[in-house]
């Protein structure tokens, strides 16, 4: 027998024991940061995650590397975030890693509809099909969302790795304790400005304003600065309702979104909704809106 077939055959052997007595970690890959929190929550150090888009990077229009896509040969499984790049990647690795599972954690959440403004009529080139819908994917930036999503997490894990189920089963619940008081603390510290506006650059706080009764309001829409009528409109909106502050997001430029604030005699502050220190990150932006300012 050659050394060769002797490797076949270990292999063969190998990839038909069941997957809890691999001593090794899943190995799990997510879209967006905070998606590698909430697996680690789940999953402990039974999983080993692996980030598609990384810090300051730009969800909607990123390409995984080659070293990513060769990576993904060993991955147990892929959590889609629902970013705009997957649409286009996740078919392309479904094809190459036919084996691979993929969990869309969001399944069975309803989905809000990115926000649209008058000004984003002037950007839609005859090219562009105007009835296109497009669905707002930063559904983790409501914490009882985030509950739901890490339920679907911890069932999948289970399901791939039965010897630790009940941890995950455990872990999950300590975590959904966690995400519940921190929404109960939104709650409260947001309940002055309730009803309020807040301007962001990159409409990524919807499900975060509906969760907290809140209003965003956007200067970019699919990707795209307003053209200078779009400004006017918004500069006029933002004085009507007396905002000060605008939400930037280190991912995308903050050019046109100084440009207002220099208009309204305002000021700009980052808030990143990719943070992977979930909890505290939520805790920066109610800080940022109940004062308009986190420093
Ligand atoms: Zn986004």
Redesign the pocket.
């Known amino acids: 027998m050659t050394l060769n077939l002797i490797k076949r055959l270990l292999l063969a052997v190998l990839t038909l024991l069941p997957l809890s007595l691999w001593a090794e970690p899943l190995m799990v890959f997510v879209g967006v940061p905070p998606q590698k929190t909430f697996v680690e929550k789940v999953g402990g150090n039974h999983v080993q995650v692996r980030v598609m888009v990384g810090l300051g990077q730009?969800?909607?229009s990123y390409e995984p590397s080659p070293r990513q896509i060769a990576d993904l040969s060993q991955a147990q499984l892929y959590v889609l975030s629902g970013?705009d790049f997957e649409a286009a990647w996740v078919p392309k690795i479904q094809a190459m890693y036919p084996k691979l599972p993929i969990l869309d954690p969001n399944v069975g959440i309803s989905r809000l509809i990115m926000v649209a403004h008058e000004h984003e009529h002037e950007q839609h080139s005859t090219s562009e099909n105007p009835h296109k819908k497009e669905l707002d994917?930063?559904v983790w930036t409501d914490p009882r969302l985030v509950i739901r999503i890490s339920k679907a997490i911890q069932k999948r894990l289970a399901l791939l790795d039965p010897a630790h189920a009940q941890e995950y089963a455990d872990r999950y619940a300590t975590f959904k304790a966690e995400l519940s008081s921190l929404d109960e603390e939104l709650r409260q510290r947001l309940a002055p400005v309730k009803g309020h506006s807040f301007l962001v650059f990159?409409?990524?706080w919807g499900y975060f304003a509906q969760a907290y009764g809140l209003h965003q309001v956007a200067i970019e829409y699919e990707g795209k600065s307003p053209g200078p009528k779009g400004l006017a409109a918004l500069i006029d909106q933002a004085r009507a309702l007396d905002i000060h502050t605008i939400f930037v997001?280190p991912?995308f430029s903050r050019q046109a979104a100084a440009k207002v604030a220099q208009t309204i005699q305002g000021q700009v502050v980052a808030l990143n909704?990719l943070a992977m220190d979930y909890a505290a990150n939520l805790r920066r932006v109610a800080d940022a809106l109940v004062g308009e300012a986190p420093q």
């Open positions: 730009n969800p909607h970013a994917p930063h990159h409409p990524a997001q991912q909704p």
